[in-house]
């Protein structure tokens, strides 16, 4: 994607599709603000506008954001395996005895895949509430982890996901985590748009730290 109107272009495809503002928001690694702004733009809901669709930026109505494509990673297994790899050498220095990893449902599933792999644990998956997310307060959705794949069960963990955009989606997969008993370790990232070390406790590491400089007018 080269700019907000290819964004925009693609959050309408993904919503005529029938995803949820929160699944457009994990597709596209923006904020749910910023993936209901791209819908509305793209007219694909009742909020339609007539004006042109320009970039949230500059004095234009609009989130601030950042997008991270890392498609380029994620389409070539053979470069997936080597991020793996070193995502698990930033895991690897928390616990001796760690024996499950835990992916963050959509793209951090197949990350923790070869996670788990490299590291030699069990899979476990987490679905958080945004995948059903509209509009509204999010504190009224429940996630889940998946009964196809390794469960909780008072073990010591690793999360794994592919951004982190407010923190959000990892601290519920956290607090979801320690609800089952379990205790996450450590997390790791492809990329961190807040700069975040660590969230409720538990230290946080990324591949790339993503910061936006801007300077007040």
């Known amino acids: 994607m080269k700019n907000v109107d290819d964004l925009i272009e693609s959050a309408a495809e993904?919503?005529?599709?029938?995803?949820?503002?929160?699944?457009?928001?994990?597709?596209?690694?923006?904020?749910?603000?910023?993936?209901?702004?791209?819908?509305?733009?793209?007219?694909t809901t009742p909020q339609q506008t007539e004006e042109p669709a320009q970039p949230p930026a500059n004095g234009v109505s609009g989130p601030q954001d950042i997008h991270v494509d890392w498609s380029a990673i994620g389409r070539d297994s053979k470069r997936m395996n080597h991020i793996a790899s070193a995502m698990a050498d930033m895991l690897a220095k928390h616990g001796e005895d760690v024996d499950l990893t835990i992916g963050i449902e959509k793209a951090g599933g197949p990350i923790a895949t070869l996670v788990a792999r490299e590291l030699e644990t069990d899979l476990g998956t987490y679905t958080p509430a945004k995948h059903q997310w509209e509009e509204g307060d999010i504190e009224e959705l429940g996630g889940t982890f998946s009964r196809n794949f390794a469960g909780i069960r008072d073990r010591e963990c690793y999360v794994v996901d592919d951004i982190i955009t407010s923190g959000t989606t990892m601290r519920e997969t956290i607090e979801a985590i320690r609800a089952e008993g379990g205790k996450p370790l450590a997390c790791v990232v492809l990329a961190d748009k807040q700069g975040v070390e660590e969230l409720e406790g538990v230290p946080v590491y990324s591949l790339l730290q993503v910061i936006s400089v801007g300077k007040d007018e």
């Open 14 to 43: 993904l919503a005529a599709r029938g995803l949820s503002k929160g699944e457009i928001a994990d597709e596209l690694n923006v904020s749910r603000e910023t993936a209901s702004w791209l819908v509305e733009r793209s007219g």
